[in-house]
């Protein structure tokens, strides 16, 4: 075993300090071992710096003239004897009984720290034979496949958090291909249209993937400029199905804070609508598509006891009928009746029970939709698939949002937060897992962040995200490193991994839609 230094300073049983011998090459993100307890232990190298050995102030303010700097030199003897190499190593732990053992006390001063064998890494970072596993890159500066398990990364919620143009979405997509060959329903919120990418296949094995994709178009809107430039870019027509919302399946409260953040309810409209809304809506488990005219006309019959008599209530079921006539015509995402169809292209009803019981990649492009109506669209969505998972009828399904500080902001309410943290809390129970993608991890909900047990941190620039990563990140006590990642790389941490990684991410399977438009035409 070589011998490549010794500790000098013990921090905690997560870190230690140690003094390279002379000779020794190190770079940040080398593994090394030392020993605790008669354990070989292996670390991480997280910082290197130099050590000024000739410390004496009084020294040192005479350093102001090249002369006397060349003086110091030939006095003291050569130049590495001016200064010291001292390097940080954070403990991931020690292989024992196919588990990852992390010892509990701190590693002794002066104890030796050693050369890793590639042999020794690659059983460290081995997976248990149980369980199942995806590779999603290799460890950095190595060829050993990067192991994730993928039933804790689905069913324990993840987060991929990452400044802008840091290949947060080329990660995204790595995952979702690797999660696809599994068989796992994996069901895609798409805010930009980029994900329809990955229905043309880039590599032989992409090929497998892009025959599972599914697209969705949400709402009567134009999709047109997206689907043409889809075709210049791919040299095929984008093929989707369109799909809306039953009015009658939007929930209660949603409604009623729709109603009254848009046009404001009177107390006696918010009586009227929830005693109405229990008779219109008690078909039991899957609720008729009528006419949105019908569906008034029972609200209105079913709350009529709750009005105030007189005119007051006839004005206030006036009011009620208006604000719901102009919502349910109003917003693109509702059938108004059933066979409604856009642009000749018939409009299906959101089918929550396939998508959890169909192993592909369904992509929802919301692109087309204005921000009001991508909330009103997500919470009903997540809202279906959470009571049909509660039925237990599902398969383990992987729910990835796209820009999730929007649909779950720490700052303020948005229509979708209560449905994502509803799953984030209580989803793992019923086979919901979600993925969370954002470039401003301050601005999610941090209840919401809190819940992904697996953190994949790319590039990320901003104090305040780098700040909240301090105190979220596993073994990340000082994120100032995710300055320097270039876009292939990522740190991953968390219940999915058996130790912190840093990973160089693999190449796309399928196409990428996320790419950055270059200035030359």
Not at 247 to 255: F, G, K, N, V
Not at 258 to 271: F, G, I, S, V
Not at 318 to 341: A, C, M, N, V
Not at 416 to 427: C, D, L, Q, S, V
Request: aromatic content about 8%.
């Amino acid at each position: 075993m070589d011998k490549i230094g010794v500790v000098i300073k013990s921090t905690s049983i997560y870190h230690y300090i140690f003094k390279p011998f002379r000779g020794v090459d190190l770079d940040v993100g080398s593994f090394v071992a030392t020993e605790i307890d008669g354990i070989r232990v292996v670390s991480r190298v997280t910082a290197i710096r130099h050590r000024n050995a000739t410390a004496d102030p009084r020294l040192i303010a005479q350093l102001d003239e090249e002369a006397t700097v060349r003086e110091v030199k030939e006095t003291l003897g050569i130049e590495e004897a001016l200064f010291y190499t001292e390097a940080k190593a954070a403990i991931l732990g020690a292989r024992l009984g196919g588990r990852i053992y992390r010892p509990q006390k701190p590693v002794k001063p002066f104890t030796y720290v050693y050369k890793t064998t590639t042999e020794e890494l690659k059983q460290f970072f081995a997976p248990p034979q149980e369980g199942t596993y995806i590779t999603v890159g290799h460890i950095k500066g190595t060829d050993i496949p990067a192991y994730i398990n993928a039933e804790r990364l689905v069913t324990h919620h993840c987060a991929i958090l990452a400044s802008t143009g840091a290949g947060k979405s080329w990660l995204a997509g790595v995952i979702i291909e690797r999660l696809a060959l599994l068989d796992v329903p994996i069901i895609v919120v798409d805010p930009h249209g980029e994900y329809s990418a990955m229905s043309v296949p880039a590599t032989e094995e992409g090929r497998a993937v892009a025959e599972r994709v599914r697209i969705y178009v949400a709402g009567k809107v134009d999709v047109s400029p997206q689907d043409e430039a889809f075709a210049r870019r791919y040299g095929r027509q984008r093929t989707y199905t369109r799909v809306g919302v039953n009015p009658r399946s939007i929930p209660l409260r949603t409604l009623e804070k729709l109603l009254d953040m848009l046009y404001t309810l009177t107390d006696a409209q918010k009586r009227i609508l929830e005693e109405g809304w229990q008779a219109a809506t008690s078909y039991g488990e899957k609720q008729p598509l009528t006419t949105v005219e019908e569906l008034i006309r029972e609200i209105l019959d079913g709350g009529r006891h709750a009005a105030p008599p007189g005119y007051a209530g006839e004005m206030a079921m006036r009011g009620l009928e208006g604000r719901l006539r102009s919502l349910f015509y109003s917003s693109p995402i509702f059938l108004t009746k059933y066979g409604d169809t856009y642009q000749g292209e018939p409009i299906k009803l959101v089918d929550p029970a396939a998508y959890l019981t169909t192993p592909a990649v369904h992509i929802f492009d919301i692109s087309g939709l204005e921000g009001l109506d991508q909330q009103i669209f997500l919470t009903v969505l997540l809202d279906q698939l959470y009571r049909t998972a509660t039925k237990r009828r599902n398969l383990a399904t992987l729910i990835v949002i796209e820009e999730a500080h929007n649909y779950a902001p720490a700052a303020s309410t948005a229509l979708a937060k209560t449905h994502i943290a509803k799953i984030a809390r209580e989803g793992r129970k019923f086979g919901l897992g979600l993925c969370l993608i954002t470039q401003r991890p301050a601005r999610l909900d941090q209840d919401v962040a809190s819940q992904a047990m697996t953190q994949i941190f790319k590039r990320m620039i901003n104090p305040h995200d780098l700040k909240y990563v301090a105190t979220v990140a596993e073994h990340l006590d000082d994120p100032r490193p995710l300055r320097t990642l270039d876009e292939t790389e990522a740190v991953v941490t968390g219940l999915s991994v058996p130790a912190p990684l840093l990973i160089t991410v693999d190449k796309r399977w399928t196409n990428h839609g996320g790419t950055t438009p270059t200035l030359k035409r």
